[in-house]
């Protein structure tokens, strides 16, 4: 175990930045520095934007323990909190700790278990069949992003909250803003300004005009004083920004990969066995991490993990990316199997926190492979792969482009 003597002696002069650069080459795969880190040193310091030195956790087992770990905090606005980036304060309950974060967790909980969602699938169905429709009606090639795989998931969230679909340029826009790695702290601020202000509006409408909708069901918490306006606005940016981003990304990242795994895509698309799409949406959850930038929290006692010591108040960055490729957790993780048993892999993160809306990105996923690649068989990449332009530059991974034909 490292002593305090040491510890203090420890230089931050020369340590590695994260998030660390993918290889060239390899834009599906983690950066070769965390396989490095993950064989070598489990537990690393490691430098920040803002010259903070948190410890950097890669092995599956240690980072789940510490998601699990009650006394371990999530608690953005905090100064320990390890921050992504300039601008970022907490955001509803997801930057918050228990019981408070519970509490209002709680609070749109219900639309989110998998009953509810389950009752949602003949709605986001048609959702997916009127999506592809109009790829069919429309020219080729085409951006598979752009006519797809973020209007499915806005669709779905907005019809979920209540939020008009014909603003989608507007909220699309404010979080591309909010998730790109080099906006400033004042440009993240501006766009989060007005999504809370334009979500703030409908909230606020809400109060004449209640429906069956998630505003509002917030906005009567906030009629009986369960929650200020401006903690239900909070909670319905979060709704919307990870109710469609996340699975926007997700939707268009895996088609490219399958596109790049003809046999795999074939096994998919042909099966007559329903388990084989659930199992791939797993797998493909496991192997692409779209949220890259990791889990991170800080130790708010002394914690023991990979044989040191992570002292009260230090930082703690997990990156779920290579927690999933751990060997020790998934045998032979670089490779694509979409028949494999992946349901333990830590892609909508694990503990309190983990995914509140994971039910409703898995049925949107499974939908959208079930219907793709059948109304579409000939679909395919048209451009060359090393064009594609990968999302290097944003805290949820994916491709800003997807030329596709068919
Ligand atoms: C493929 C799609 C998705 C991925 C990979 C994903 C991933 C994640 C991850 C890793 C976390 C944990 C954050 C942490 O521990 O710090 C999280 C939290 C959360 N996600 Fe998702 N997500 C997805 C889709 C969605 C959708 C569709 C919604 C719907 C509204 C949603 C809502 C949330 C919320 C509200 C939280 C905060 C939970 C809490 O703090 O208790 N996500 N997500």
């Known amino acids: 175990?490292?002593?305090?003597?040491?510890?203090?002696?420890?230089?931050?002069?020369?340590?590695?930045?994260?998030?660390?650069?993918?290889?060239?080459?390899?834009?599906?795969d983690?950066?070769?520095?965390?396989?490095?880190?993950?064989?070598?040193?489990?537990?690393?310091?490691?430098?920040?934007?803002?010259?903070?030195?948190?410890?950097?956790v890669t092995r599956y087992a240690d980072q789940r323990a510490l998601l699990a770990d009650p006394r371990v905090s999530a608690e953005m606005a905090h100064p320990d909190y390890p921050r992504q980036a300039p601008g970022i304060g907490s955001l509803g309950f997801i930057g918050l700790d228990d019981p408070e974060h519970a509490r209002q967790r709680r609070m749109v909980g219900?639309?989110?278990?998998?009953?509810?969602?389950?009752?949602?699938?003949?709605?986001?169905?048609?959702?997916?069949?009127?999506?592809?429709?109009?790829?069919?009606?429309?020219?080729?090639?085409?951006?598979?992003?752009?006519?797809?795989?973020?209007?499915?998931?806005?669709?779905?969230i907005c019809d979920l909250l209540d939020v008009p679909y014909r603003d989608?340029?507007?909220?699309?826009?404010?979080?591309?803003?909010?998730?790109?790695?080099?906006?400033?702290?004042?440009?993240?601020a501006e766009a989060l300004g007005a999504l809370a202000e334009y979500l703030g509006r409908l909230l606020a409408a809400k109060l004449d005009d209640p429906a069956d909708d998630?505003?509002?069901g917030l906005s009567a918490r906030v009629q009986a004083g369960e929650l200020t306006h401006r903690q239900a606005t909070e909670m319905a940016v979060l709704l919307l920004?990870?109710?469609?981003?996340?699975?926007?990304?997700m939707i268009a990242l895996s088609t490219l990969l399958l596109l790049r795994h003809p046999d795999q895509l074939a096994l998919l698309r042909d099966s007559a066995d329903p388990t084989v799409v659930t199992r791939a949406v797993e797998e493909l959850l496991r192997l692409l991490n779209i949220t890259h930038g990791g889990r991170r929290r800080f130790a708010t006692a002394?914690?023991?993990?990979?044989g040191q010591v992570v002292r009260a108040g230090e930082g703690l960055v997990m990156p779920n990316d290579i927690a999933n490729r751990d060997p020790a957790a998934f045998p032979d993780p670089d490779r694509l199997d979409i028949t494999r048993d992946a349901r333990h892999h830590i892609a909508f993160g694990f503990g309190v926190h983990q995914c509140l809306g994971q039910p409703l990105a898995r049925l949107e996923l499974e939908l959208v492979y079930r219907t793709l690649f059948r109304r579409l068989p000939g679909l395919?990449?048209?451009?060359?792969?090393?064009?594609?332009?990968?999302?290097?530059?944003?805290?949820?991974?994916?491709?800003?482009e997807l030329p596709v034909t068919w």
């Open 1 to 28: 175990m490292t002593s305090t003597s040491d510890r203090t002696a420890e230089s931050t002069a020369g340590l590695p930045r994260f998030p660390m650069p993918r290889a060239r080459g390899c834009p599906f």
């Open 30 to 56: 983690p950066s070769p520095v965390l396989r490095e880190l993950q064989r070598e040193t489990p537990l690393a310091r490691v430098e920040l934007w803002d010259g903070s030195t948190p410890w950097l």
């Open 110 to 156: 219900a639309a989110f278990t998998v009953k509810k969602v389950e009752a949602m699938r003949p709605a986001v169905q048609r959702i997916i069949d009127e999506a592809v429709d109009a790829l069919l009606a429309g020219p080729r090639p085409v951006d598979l992003v752009q006519a797809f795989a973020l209007p499915v998931p806005s669709l779905v």
């Open 168 to 188: 989608h340029g507007f909220f699309q826009r404010s979080t591309r803003t909010l998730v790109h790695r080099g906006s400033t702290g004042e440009q993240r």
């Open 214 to 216: 998630l505003l509002s």
């Open 241 to 249: 920004v990870a109710g469609h981003e996340t699975t926007a990304n």
């Open 302 to 306: 002394d914690i023991e993990v990979a």
């Open 380 to 400: 395919r990449l048209a451009t060359d792969f090393e064009q594609v332009p990968f999302k290097h530059d944003g805290f949820v991974y994916g491709v800003y």
